[in-house]
């Protein structure tokens, strides 16, 4: 039973959903449709690709995720697919997808497909279900345009790593107001090198790194890896974006000494 | 694999959407249930109809609706199945099923079929489910109650086309704050006959019909008509309803010269 | 095909309740997943109680529920596997248990199966699933782990009863603002003896329970036994909560005479 995810900003008052649904349904009733979220911040295309670089591993190989974010195409944006690690992605190439995927993904197709409406403010009705379809019932993603090597390239915020200092960014806060930054549990390791480490943001450090939120008292902050590996600052049962005044993109540094 | 959607004002927040779920997933384990919207204004039904009228069509024929705002009955307002160009709708005639229809729908039972509690205050849960899961196994719309050619008439805002000019309403504003109208295509063409036309409201005048968005530069308005054939007005990548001030039921006039 | 729900506090706009589907689907394609709520209020596990208790009876027998709120294993909440009149339930041991059921479950079990994620702060991705997709293949609960007899006990506020009143307390207020009691009707009905009585609160008097809400006329004040059987305080067509002054764990009498 083919997999078909879903990621917009469309939220879930309207009916762009459903309708999105009601298409995916109509033409491949056996489908499984699991919405990653429609909550994104309207065109906030970073939000999207963080939301689904999270979610999208979870699922089986062979699932097929539509990012219904910015969709319009363009001369400057094109309607894209794109295969990755047994992955299938449609969507638009406004600079989501090289924010998706750490590496140049393993094949990426300029959508060539007709789409069956005279609209064309709703792709991911319109175009990227028909392409889904296709590749849930078999055909090779070369199959449904031109193959390239070309991706437009939106730069995401990468830590930079010194000798003695690591300097990352804050990339997402969540509903519990955690702080959810772009250092990972690898890059920390490489540059730890059994040093001891301070994590330093705003007038704040914490020099040590818990396993779980529960190992401070409730009302204080930890730092620790969440679920995807990425270094979280939060705080037990407390809303540490708001408490700590700590927003998306301030900057976070880990001093080794 | 029958499909069920609900529409409702229950929100997500609370018990109602998993007990009608539940229940249905207990009466008819195959059902694939699809929610259109629970985010509809408490108790708005024109708001509802609009959600939902634009969403069904989408769905394949035989799928079966239900329509949770303001179940009630009572000796005004009886509880209704519907059958209209290959789908069903179940819910209570308060005015809403005249909201959904251009024209009088193929056939209108009243439902006769006893619910299963004692509460009255739930009927999705108690009575539409039940009536859902007969015409999904098969049964016929007759076979639930009374054939009858009454509906509660609501009036739909329509708008009113003069010889130089049409005078539109505001439907709905959707979550990006676009402002969509119920002045459709087929109706401005046909009013058109090769002329030029201005699009007016409040202060506002706009010459040109786009495709897309873009077609405009971020934070212009911009005239097209949306996905599902309305005249939509709208800003790239802003809010065009608060900015413009324009809200529902406010006046849009297009002139022909 | 068996049912896994879902009850948590994650929010639809972040990446977790996706990344829990993701997880059951690449485990069992077949299963069918169904969101209770994710808009439970952060941490609030009275909250989340109430809303399972009032859903999960409509699901079929064989269910299974995960409870992904405050999973945090530590010496005092034990990670736990409950078997229920049928169904299953799946959460730390936090006091939610003790909440969710009347009487004493049927079967309490230690989970003892490993999760398979280093990281100790997404259980419901890394071990709860684990344990419900054991469940859905038929195995028995106890080869989940160790049988006990113990539950972390939180009390739930109960009603008192004495001769000539009832006085229960405010446990919910739903979306239209209506406010549900701990008074349920089993209760009302075995203390009346057929005696008259007044539903007292702040400085309201009730002296009748209504059948529907629209058995008052729209703003007012109604009394009914809500569709899970408990005392419910609303205004047809309005906001109780808010217009009363009426809020959760606030008291609420009956009175006898």
Redesign the interface.
């Known amino acids: 039973?083919p997999?078909i995810?879903l990621t917009s900003?469309?939220?879930?008052?309207?009916?762009?959903?459903?309708?999105?649904?009601?298409?995916i349904?109509?033409n491949m009733?056996?489908a499984?449709v699991?919405?990653?979220?429609?909550?994104?911040p309207?065109?906030e295309i970073e939000q999207a690709a963080?939301?689904?670089r999270?979610?999208?591993?979870?699922?089986?190989k062979g699932?097929i995720h539509i990012l219904g974010i910015n969709t319009?195409?363009?001369d400057k944006f094109g309607h894209t697919v794109i295969e990755h690690e047994g992955h299938f992605f449609i969507g638009t190439d406004n600079g989501i997808f090289s924010l998706l995927f750490e590496l140049k993904p393993d094949k990426i197709v300029e959508l060539t497909i007709n789409q069956d409406?005279d609209?064309?403010?709703?792709s991911s009705?319109?175009r990227f279900v028909k392409a889904a379809v296709h590749l849930a019932r078999g055909k090779k993603i070369e199959e449904l345009g031109q193959l390239t090597n070309q991706l437009v390239e939106k730069s995401l915020l990468r830590p930079v790593i010194e000798e003695d200092v690591i300097k990352g960014h804050v990339m997402?806060i969540?509903?519990?107001e955690n702080i959810i930054t772009n250092i990972t549990e690898d890059i920390f390791k490489a540059a730890r090198k059994n040093r001891k480490f301070s994590i330093l943001f705003r007038s704040y450090e914490i020099r040590k790194i818990s396993?779980?939120?529960?190992d401070v008292a409730p009302g204080e902050i930890v730092a620790?890896?969440?679920?995807n590996?990425n270094l979280e600052v939060a705080m037990n049962?407390g809303n540490a974006s708001g408490l700590l005044g700590l927003d998306r993109k301030d900057m976070i540094r880990i001093e080794f000494s």
Chains 1, 2, 3 share one sequence.
């Open positions: 039973m997999i995810t900003d469309w939220g879930l008052k309207d009916h762009y959903v459903a309708a999105v649904k009601g298409t349904l109509s009733p056996e499984i699991v919405d990653i979220s429609h909550d994104i309207p065109f963080f939301v689904l999270n979610a999208y591993p979870n699922f089986p699932s319009e195409e363009s409406s609209y064309f403010t709703f009705r319109d997402y969540d509903v519990y396993r779980s939120y529960t620790l890896f969440d679920s590996g049962q």
